[in-house]
């Protein structure tokens, strides 16, 4: 959009500014008229409307007259190039939707706190309602979404598509997931575990953008991994490859959700972590384990840090294997910086094959929690195959 | 946040600047880092740490850090020092509160703590006592025994004014909006900023919207009349009004009944912004669902009595459902078999 240099006060970058405010403005809320925009945004309504025809000009956004109360008004919603598709999220306690065009722009999203041992019925149902009210929030007709990918935090089988171990998302088990989904929304779907979306993710747009091997690991309420190898994800011959929560650190540790004993999962996952903060804590989420550990707490300082060592030494036996050029660690301990990277690298360095280059390089990843809704997008846009004859056609046209 | 591997070089520097004293903030304020283990020293087992936590700077040398008189000490306060939360100061903490409508007992000896950061659900069936709970603590309803306390000191409230003078504003289930009026004026309904014996309209309209960005209420125009805005803004709107005032603790009542599912999101996403900006939240409803995913402890009322409560990770959505309907008469349901916490124990490697 910007051309040239940009000076700080001057009218060229206030304008800027001014198109980037309505811009994150009408992507916040889906579509709204130049009146609320103008309300919404705090900018005359003169400027709103020039500023809005520019964009409309630029095909970013698209306009359609309306009325609200009986008066004429402007509908601005953002373009949508040829079409849509749908990502979803479901991870242990949060659901995550978004929708994008086929130019991979995210033109509205929503979030949905859920309940541990989510189950599967109002799960899918709920992401289907949640995409039927962003559609109408848009605007859109029912057949311009082409194209829906799901992302799941457990591994799935490539052969049935439905969950490779039972046990590890109760609520989902034995169910041909994709199936049940495009029953409820008659488009296409695509499944995927969430982490190798993840990795998908921060290789095309995030931390990983420049490496060719890149292990994404996900610490969240559990810990995944999806391996980006040659630009693709690699997914094993069943569809269960990097299920590093699940290899084995303590033989003699607790049963785990998939019958075995002792997975990384149980010994350094969130749930770990905050059984053992119970006695003096008290009942945290792992958003609080990591907001305490920033405000300084000691004690869940080290219970990052613990839980980062375990974890180093099952990464560093996955560096020994693939020898990747770099590791990207998502997910909500991600968020708590060097506190859980600094033993992370230290802990891998020390068990990785020493050699004459640097260390494995370890770095947080750039996407945050939207990593793995921002993989299924660019999932769901891979998968997406038209004939030309039937697209609708483009709104900003 | 993103720095990259300092390599060992950095390792080094790292540590020089620990020892000479001269660390960066983060040392400085966390004196015991974890660096003498990362540096690859072999851990010291701290056992103690799985009695009293492993809290350094609140441990005293001496008898607390001795690990066996530590547990001896809790054995003989009778406190087992696993699986028991500490519990937290309550905020507000209701004691035998029997509330009597002519002959009907709405409430009958009940007891509730809520404390701050922390989402409380009052479940249960249809004219279980839930609303009347959340009345008698904003004010509404006057109990006929039982006392309230607020920061362990024993209150009267006598009225909703009280009430909020204690920091507690209750979101009712009718929302209580004007439909004619627009946003501004809702939120400043009875409260209005005067300048000069006027409406200071600009400064409420900036308070407004900045105090909508602060809890994170999606509402397009703070100039909108209430009437236009759907379930879940008005909803927002409700509670942002009860935020206004700085409140510690926010009843809601139904917050989600009668919303779509991109309310409902709207809806508890803040519960749970409200809960991480420290607010105590007590939330009715019947949607176990909507409970389950956003309460940090479920209390069961059943006919007017406590019906058992518990930490929500403890307890199934079977569970609940077994308390409500009155199946069972206390949370957590009792196994045949106890089932072992997972406990983290980092240096269970070394033994093993």
Same mark, same amino acid.
């Given at each position: 959009m910007a051309s040239g240099p940009l000076v700080f006060g001057s009218q060229t970058s206030l304008r800027e500014a001014n198109r980037a405010r309505i811009v994150e403005t009408i992507k916040s809320f889906g579509g709204l008229t130049q009146v609320e925009l103008a309300d919404a945004t705090g900018l005359s309504s003169a400027t709103v409307s020039i500023i809005v025809k520019e964009l409309v000009h630029a095909g970013i956004v698209a306009t359609r007259s309306t009325s609200r109360n009986g008066r004429r008004a402007i509908h601005v919603t953002l373009a949508r190039r040829l079409g849509l598709v749908a990502g979803i999220h479901f991870s242990r306690r949060y659901l995550r939707v978004a929708l994008a065009d086929l130019s991979g722009e995210i033109v509205a999203e929503h979030g949905l706190p859920l309940s541990s041992d989510h189950r599967a019925d109002t799960g899918l149902d709920r992401a289907a309602l949640l995409i039927t009210d962003m559609m109408t929030s848009i605007e859109a $007709? /029912? $057949? $311009? !979404? !082409?194209q829906v990918c799901l992302g799941l935090s457990a591994p799935l089988s490539s052969a049935t598509g439905a969950i490779y171990t039972p046990g590890i998302l109760r609520g989902w088990d034995g169910l041909d997931i994709a199936a049940a989904l495009e029953q409820r929304l008659h488009v296409p779907v695509l499944i995927d575990n969430d982490a190798n979306l993840g990795a998908l993710a921060e290789c095309r747009a995030g931390a990983g953008r420049e490496s060719r091997m890149v292990v994404y690991l996900n610490v969240n309420e559990g810990i995944g991994a999806g391996l980006y190898l040659n630009g693709d994800i690699v997914r094993g011959a069943t569809g269960a490859a990097g299920e590093i929560g699940h290899m084995s650190s303590d033989e003699n540790g607790p049963i785990c959700y998939c019958g075995n004993r002792g997975c990384l999962e149980m010994v350094a996952g969130s749930r770990a972590m905050l059984e053992s903060l119970r006695p003096t804590h008290g009942d945290l989420r792992l958003s609080d384990l990591v907001a305490k550990a920033h405000e300084g707490d000691p004690g869940c300082r080290r219970v990052i840090g613990d839980s980062a060592r375990r974890i180093g030494i099952a990464l560093a036996q996955v560096c020994n294997i693939l020898d990747p050029e770099r590791v990207v660690v998502g997910g909500a301990i991600a968020a708590t910086g060097d506190l859980f990277l600094d033993p992370l690298r230290v802990v891998t360095a020390r068990h990785t094959l020493p050699g004459e280059g640097p260390s494995i390089d370890i770095v947080a990843g750039c !996407?945050? $929690? /939207?990593a793995e809704v921002t993989g299924a997008i660019f999932a769901a846009l891979g998968a997406v195959t038209v004939p030309a004859g039937t697209l609708p056609l483009a709104r900003s046209a | 946040m993103t720095t990259r591997d300092p390599g060992d070089a950095g390792l080094v520097r790292r540590h020089l600047r620990l020892i000479s004293g001269s660390g960066s903030d983060e040392a400085a304020h966390h004196p015991v880092t974890e660096s003498d283990e990362i540096e690859g020293l072999v851990p010291t087992p701290r056992v103690y740490s799985r009695v009293t936590g492993p809290s350094w700077e609140a441990n005293p040398p001496g008898r607390a850090s001795n690990p066996l008189a530590a547990y001896a000490d809790e054995l003989a306060r009778g406190t087992p020092p696993f699986a028991t939360p500490r519990p937290r100061r309550p905020i507000i903490a209701l004691r035998q509160i029997s509330v009597g409508f002519g002959g009907v007992? *709405? =409430? #009958?000896q009940v007891d509730l703590d809520v404390a701050e950061h922390e989402v409380v659900a009052v479940v249960g069936e249809n004219a279980a006592g839930k609303s009347t709970l959340a009345k008698v603590i904003a004010g509404v309803v006057q109990p006929s025994s039982g006392v309230i306390e607020v920061d362990g000191a024993p209150v009267t409230i006598t009225d909703p004014g009280m009430a909020r003078r204690l920091g507690i504003a209750m979101v009712f289930?009718? +929302? *209580? +909006? *004007? #439909?004619? =009026?627009d946003v501004t004026a809702n939120l400043f309904l009875g409260q209005e900023r005067l300048h000069h014996g006027l409406l200071n309209v600009l400064e409420m309209e900036e308070t407004a919207r900045r105090h909508l960005n602060k809890i994170g209420a999606r509402i397009t125009s703070v100039r909108t009349p209430v009437g236009q805005l759907s379930g879940g803004q008005r909803q927002s709107i409700a509670i942002a009004r009860a935020m206004l005032g700085e409140p510690r603790v926010i009843l809601l009542d139904e917050p989600t009944s009668s919303l779509s599912i991109t309310q409902t999101a709207e809806v508890l996403n803040l519960i749970q912004r409200l809960r991480d900006l420290g607010r105590a939240v007590v939330l009715i409803s019947h949607n176990l669902g909507d409970v389950r995913a956003v309460a940090d402890r479920v209390v069961v009322l059943r006919h007017g009595q406590n019906n058992g409560s518990a930490a929500m990770s403890d307890v199934s959505y079977e569970d609940i459902v077994a308390a409500v309907t009155g199946a069972v008469s206390t949370l957590p349901v009792p196994r045949q078999t106890a089932t072992p916490r997972v406990s983290f124990t980092p240096s269970q490697a070394a033994e093993g």
């Open positions: $007709e /029912r $057949e $311009e !979404l !082409l !996407l945050g $929690e /939207r | 007992h *709405a =409430l #009958d289930q009718e +929302l *209580a +909006l *004007a #439909d004619n =009026l």
